[in-house]
């Protein structure tokens, strides 16, 4: 109201003016399951003010879908929920997108048998999909009785739910994402919420079910699950064993409901960030962030806890860096980003440890006006098409920005204008191997301007067919063709057309060793089928371990293609590769090798079958037909036309029997880079590219530290001049000049070491190899980093030498140290070393690993990086003494301890014999009797045994003072004092006198001695 106040609100054209763009919206969104429309590109005229903001009021009903006799009922749910079907109709219901008006024209449309009959299938849908995440259910094989007529197409009308699956009191929740991902909690309701499958009515009969403390009674514990389960991988809750306190009766039963999403993990700093879609589907990086955004999975309290984390440089610092990670993944179809060698600024520490955060879409591919939308699969596998949009969906690969500048984006007729051709795409390509369909030749209407360009979006999958334990493989090719087995595997792969869900609902599907169990039996597969027209393999009787339970069932997942084998005097030879592939002739033999497809022996009966030159003659020419088709995607080869000597009889009609294989080669990209690894990867001289020339040479390289092994590989010769003899091509170095004396097909340019290598053919050395320079067929490169590019043919050339530049990196990677350390390279041997000591580790390259140990330059504990054996030595050291340190360390706990009780021990006892010497000094002195105190020296002399029984002595006489027969129980003490120290003593007998005068003594003296 506020904004408006300084309007006039009695104004028409400013309050309740508008326009019914009902017909507008039914045509975005009529039909679909889900829309969007963005209000501010609404082009549509009111008679409200121009200038005026605008809003749009709508409401709709979603109504059960129609599903015709060629389609597929496909009920999907997201975030492990379970489809429940609501309802489902199978029949001749009304006319709609399925019964067209005009196609039943001519049919009885009173006639209850034509329109408006029907079955209720509802029932028999649920047992198809009730239960499932997702299925399949094809309308035309629905095999169920209506009153319709049976030679009428009918279709389905259906609808379902997806609901949060249950648990009940004997099950486990057990929620599973993949490698990168963790689990995330969105609800979970503990109790006796509804009837259905926990609680049915069988097992709740003798319960009163409107008792609210029966049924609709639960409490929500997202947040206890969310604690044992959140952030993992996967978990496992007992149903049984939840202790949550709900409004039920305690004694019933409780079942819990719950659904939950996956969601991509934190990428830390010695992780990979790998995304990865389908085959037809490219990256959208939606986020990237990079630093230390918060306390998780890669900051953890313990390993952070030398640090101030409050300090918004330790924890909360990043940078957004989808820029960066879209420029290295957007587009493609998967793509490999290491953490550790991301190179950008933070507003962290530099010294600490980042990570990632990043989640990205995977877009279906875009088939712009120009191109070929070929979707292809294996042998035994069919096309199936999930979506396709023909027009000006967005801007993008087939629209860009700077292209459509110049006209008005906001336009719904420029973009964001399409319509829905999945049903056109269908009848050209479900059901096939492959297919083709000219985007141009598209002959559709949509809402956008007829003058504009507009594009496919579209996406399929490939179904890989099933061999279940009951089936037999059975590849079969044509007369002139032979089997080539692509795969195989035996085991228990997925849950599918052999291994149903309800089958195996007994079972523990989280266990690996019922789902995901297999091993690959191509090599087999391929010994019984592999060159054969056709064969057959019983899946019950092979005999492979696998990793599955013995006991249960296997099945046969394999793909084959179909090889031509002979081609006859009429045939032709047409191998064919894939974009980005060439062919590579393996064999090629020319003659009358044997009998078979083109020798048959009713036609040969009249001939000498044992001449030599009649069977068994042939002559090799893989040479003729690899200058013909090497380096190619196709070529054609007419076998009558092949002008060849053999040892045949010239009259006799040859054949031909080749074969061939397809080489990948790098597709062309936009900026011509090339990424090499371990893996080689081959440029060809005769690929057809943008890229490969003087202006824009392809720029290859690897890993900072490694060098790039260069080979080159001839696969065919000039064959415009026949005179000539085959040329074979060299490598050599530029002279000073920069020019090679010798004719120069390519260049490989080094800018770091600012030196060329030319790809050479010299008439004066051809085939002798002592040429100026360096004369080789392989090359490594001083940097990591390189640019080819082929020199042109003229016209004169038009046939000329065809070869492929095969490049390879190799060498160990530079290393990363950290700021408080340096380290130094020389060839394989690298030197690692701290600024603030003379600590230096050296480590050497192995192959394309660093091995050795490197230490940590800070003050912390000494940390150990570890590569090759070393690692598996010292991994075998460290665990060995691992289990030795407790042992060793209570053993000198014992000790210690053991030491200190004696020397306590020693020093009471000395403690004790000094007193009690220096009492009875003291008692002697004091006394009448000089004897005694004459005699001390002897005193000093007398052993332990002589004070033991003194002690004892004394210790008696106190217990005895207040007795009245003093006297007799002193001499009998006496007595036993005696004997004692005669069975004890030491002391020579001498000493017995000054014993008998210290027991009188003694005996008087008791109170002061004790």
């Given amino acids: 109201m506020k904004s408006d106040s300084d309007t006039n609100l009695q104004d028409p054209k400013l309050i309740g003016c508008y326009s019914d763009i009902t017909h507008f919206i039914s045509e975005k969104c009529g039909g679909k399951q889900e829309c969007d429309v963005p209000v501010a590109k ?110 009428l197409k009918h279709y389905l009308e259906a609808s379902y739910d997806c609901l949060k699956k249950q648990y009940c009191n004997s099950d486990s929740f057990q929620p599973k994402c993949l490698k990168n991902e963790v689990i995330y909690i969105e609800q979970a309701l503990y109790g006796r919420q509804k009837m259905g499958k926990c609680l049915n009515h069988r097992g709740e009969s003798g319960l009163n079910l409107t008792d609210p403390k029966v049924v609709g009674c639960f409490v929500d514990i997202k947040n206890l699950i969310g604690e044992m389960c959140g952030g993992l991988q996967s978990c496992d809750v007992l149903v049984a064993k939840i202790e949550e306190e709900s409004p039920c009766y305690t004694y019933l039963k409780h079942y819990l409901e719950a659904s939950y999403s996956c969601l991509k993990e934190e990428y830390c700093y010695s992780d990979s960030f790998q995304p990865k879609c389908l085959k037809n589907e490219v990256i959208l990086i939606h986020k990237a962030l990079f630093g230390r955004m918060k306390m998780g999975k890669c900051l953890k309290q313990k390993s952070e806890n030398d640090v101030n984390l409050n300090d918004p440089k330790v924890v909360g610092c990043y940078a957004d860096i989808k820029d960066v990670i879209s420029e290295k993944c957007g587009g493609l179809n998967s793509c490999d980003v290491l953490i550790a060698k991301i190179d950008e600024d933070t507003p962290c520490y530099s010294s600490l440890k980042h990570y990632l955060e990043a989640t990205y879409y995977c877009l279906k591919d875009e088939f712009c006006n120009a191109d070929i939308f070929q979707p292809r699969c294996l042998k035994n596998e069919v096309i199936i098409i999930q979506e396709a949009l023909f027009g000006r969906q967005k801007l993008g690969k087939c629209l860009k920005h700077k292209i459509e500048s110049d006209l008005n984006l ?119 089928c592999d060159g054969k027209q056709k064969c057959d393999v019983v899946v019950a009787k092979i005999e492979e371990e696998t990793p599955c339970y013995s006991y249960s069932k296997h099945y046969l997942e394999a793909s084959y293609r179909c090889v ?36 048959k022996q009713k036609t040969e009966s009249d ?85 490969g020339n003087k202006n824009r040479p392809w720029k290859v390289s690897s890993m900072a530290g490694q060098r790039i092994n260069i080979s080159l590989l001839q696969l065919k010769s000039d064959s415009y001049d026949q005179q000539q003899p085959k040329k074979t091509l060299y490598f050599m170095e530029g002279t000073g000049q920069g020019k090679p004396p010798c004719h120069v097909y390519g260049v490989i340019r080094e800018e770091s070491s600012r030196r060329n290598v030319f790809v050479c053919y010299d008439s004066r050395n051809n085939d002798v190899g002592n040429f100026e320079g360096e004369s080789i067929m392989h090359r490594v490169s001083n940097g990591n980093e390189i640019e080819v590019y082929f020199e042109h043919a003229t016209a004169k050339e038009e046939n000329r030498t065809t070869f492929l530049i095969s490049l390879e990196a190799t060498g160990c990677t530079d290393l990363m140290v950290p700021e408080d350390a340096f380290w130094k390279r020389d060839g394989n041997v690298a030197t690692v070393g701290c600024h603030m000591s003379l600590v230096r580790w050296t480590l050497n390259c192995d192959g394309k690993k660093w091995d050795g140990v490197v230490g940590n330059c800070s003050h912390a504990n000494t940390h150990r990086i570890l590569t090759g054996e070393v690692k598996e030595k010292l991994a075998d050291r460290e665990e060995s003494s691992s289990m030795l340190i407790p042992i060793v360390s209570i053993v000198m706990a014992g000790l210690v301890l053991s030491f200190c009780i004696i020397c306590v021990g020693v020093v009471l006892l000395n403690r004790y ?50 007795n009245n027969n003093n006297n007799n129980m002193i001499m009998t003490m006496d007595k036993q004092d005696e004997a004692y120290f005669a069975e004890n003593s030491q002391l020579n007998p001498d000493t017995a006198q000054y014993f008998e005068l210290d027991q009188a003594l003694v005996g008087k003296e008791a109170p002061a001695m004790a």
């Fill in 42 to 151: 609404i082009d549509k005229e009111t008679p409200c003010n121009s200038d005026l903001k605008h809003y749009l009021e709508a409401t709709y009903d979603c109504l059960k879908k129609e599903y015709c006799w060629s389609e597929s009922f496909q009920p999907k749910c997201q975030n492990h929920k379970i489809i429940l079907m609501k309802e489902a109709l199978f029949g001749r219901l009304k006319f709609g997108r399925c019964l067209k008006q005009k196609v039943d024209s001519d049919s009885n449309i009173v006639n209850s048998k034509v329109i408006g009959c029907y079955a209720d299938i509802t029932h028999l849908i649920s047992l198809k999909c009730g239960g499932m995440h997702e299925c399949d259910v094809p309308v035309a094989k629905i095999d169920e009785e209506t009153p319709c007529n049976n030679d």
């Fill in 410 to 528: 906001s336009d719904p007729k420029v973009i964001g204008c399409f319509v829905d051709i999945k049903d056109l795409i269908s009848e050209k390509c479900d059901g096939r191997q492959n297919c083709e369909v000219v985007v141009a030749k598209i002959e559709e209407k949509t809402p956008c301007y007829s003058y504009s360009k507009q594009y496919l979006e579209a996406s399929y999958h490939c179904l890989k067919e099933e061999y279940c334990i009951s089936d037999s493989f059975q590849p079969t090719c044509l007369k002139n063709e032979i089997i080539l087995i692509e795969e195989a595997l035996f085991g228990r792969q997925k849950l599918g057309k052999c291994l149903k869900h309800k089958s195996e609902s007994e079972l523990n599907l989280n266990d690996p060793k019922v789902i995901g169990c297999y091993v690959d039996i191509k090599s087999l597969i391929s010994s019984k």
């Fill in 564 to 599: 031509k084998e002979e081609y006859c005097i009429s045939d032709a030879f047409q191998p064919k590769c894939l974009k980005n592939e060439i062919i590579i002739i393996k064999e090629a033999l020319f003659g009358r090798q044997k009998l078979g497809k083109c020798l």
């Fill in 607 to 691: 001939l000498n079958l044992k001449d030599p030159k009649v069977i068994g003659c042939y002559a090799d020419i893989k040479y003729k037909i690899s200058e013909i088709c090497d380096g190619k995607q196709k070529c054609d080869v007419a076998v009558v036309g092949i002008e060849e000597e053999t040892s045949c009889y010239s009259s006799l009609k040859h054949y031909m029997e080749a074969s061939y294989f397809c080489l990948a080669v790098i597709p062309e990209t936009h900026d011509c880079k090339v990424s090499v690894e371990s893996d080689k990867q081959h440029i060809s001289s005769a690929q057809a590219s943008s890229c």
């Fill in 913 to 962: 014999y000094a007193m009690s010497k220096k009492r009875a000094l003291k008692q002697m002195s004091m006394g009448p009797n000089s004897m005694y105190n004459n005699n001390s020296y002897i005193m000093q002399t007398a052993n332990k045994a002589y004070y033991d029984a003194q002690q004892q002595r004394n210790n008696n006489m106190m217990m005895m003072m207040t």
